[in-house]
């Protein structure tokens, strides 16, 4: 059983990963609770800049979920997505020990618009769109740089129930209108996406824990699997018995970023990560959607 901080532990991931990790280790979470709290009363709220090595020492384990986890909270915030996403993850990267393990959140977005080709971790034609993209593009300079064992995971979106949901991502926002208002929406139908089943994404943060070493540190590509938007809104449209609606037009009320703009039309092979760890993705759009559907009146549906 090994200590574990779990930094962001009350948002969308973060949430359901506690409800996971707590199950087999010991287990504590640091959030600042911008967006409430719907899992764990001990919560420590605090912001992780203010760390010091002697709070950090007690963990076998640290992963950073937190920071400015958006597109949409980096707009116009460049000076703030600059100070929460990269000096502070640089701060906690110089606090921490070689043999601590250290688990975070970098993005697929880091490889931009790769045109419809499955790219690896070993693709680097990267121009930013944004200051969230930039962000994790820099800590992932700054991790490779430094002498922690690392884990750089290069989330595709992240759909599924959470105790927390985020209600504005792809398969989500789908089910939730579906649910709601019996539509499901779909914006820039043929474009491509990596998709990540929360699921999936912590038991990947379980296998590193248990099989995390200096040696295999590094990026890793994790999604359940690639999908078009159309596909996606078909299948959930399908399984909700909602109606759908491709829309050409984008509504002004549409909160997603990364739902307005085709630029991030990419897709991500997560080979690397199945044949290091011996891990299996189980997660398609059906069982995200029973997810959600199951665990629809149980679920703060908020945007964080």
């Known amino acids: 059983m090994d200590n574990v901080l779990l930094i962001g532990g009350c948002g969308y991931i973060g949430s359901r990963l506690f409800q996971v990790l707590n199950d087999k280790h010991t287990i504590d979470s640091i959030d ?36 400015h986890s958006s597109v949409k909270m980096c707009v116009d915030n460049m000076v703030p997505t600059l100070k929460n996403n990269v000096l502070n993850f640089v701060q906690l990267l110089e606090l921490l020990d070689p043999e601590q393990t250290f688990i975070y959140a970098s993005s697929s977005s880091v490889y931009g618009d790769t045109k419809e080709n499955v790219v690896t971790e070993e693709y680097n034609q990267f121009e930013p769109n944004n200051y969230y993209d930039l962000s994790k593009h820099e800590i ?14 290069r989330f595709g979106t992240v759909n599924g129930a ?3 949901l985020r209600n504005d991502i792809m398969i989500n926002a789908m089910t939730f209108n579906a649910i709601k208002n ?5 914006f820039n139908p043929e474009v491509h996406r ?24 590094g990026f890793y590509n994790l999604a359940s699997f690639n999908s078009t938007a159309e596909k996606i809104s078909r299948v959930v449209a399908y399984q909700t018995g909602a109606e759908l609606e491709i829309v050409d037009k984008l509504p002004e009320t549409i909160t997603n970023v990364k739902l307005q ?3 991030y039309n990419f897709l991500i092979d997560s080979t ?8 299996e993705f189980k997660e398609d759009i059906s069982t995200i959607v029973r997810s959600l559907v199951d665990n629809f009146d149980n679920m703060n549906k908020g945007l964080n």
């Open 261 to 263: 703009t085709k630029a």
């Open 182 to 186: 019996r539509k499901v929406f779909c």
């Open 140 to 153: 992932d300079s700054y991790a490779k740089l430094s002498n922690t064992k690392y884990f750089g995971l």
């Open 194 to 217: 990596p998709i990540l089943g929360i699921e999936d994404l912590c038991a990947a943060i379980e296998t590193i824990i248990e099989k995390g070493t200096y040696e295999n540190r």
């Open 32 to 67: 600042t609770e911008w967006y409430g709290n719907h899992v764990n009363k001990f919560n420590i709220i605090k912001d992780y800049g203010t760390l010091t090595k002697e709070e950090l020492a007690p963990y076998d384990v640290v992963i950073l979920l937190g920071g």
């Open 272 to 279: 690397l990560f199945e044949r290091t760890f011996n891990f």
């Open 162 to 164: 959470s105790p927390n």
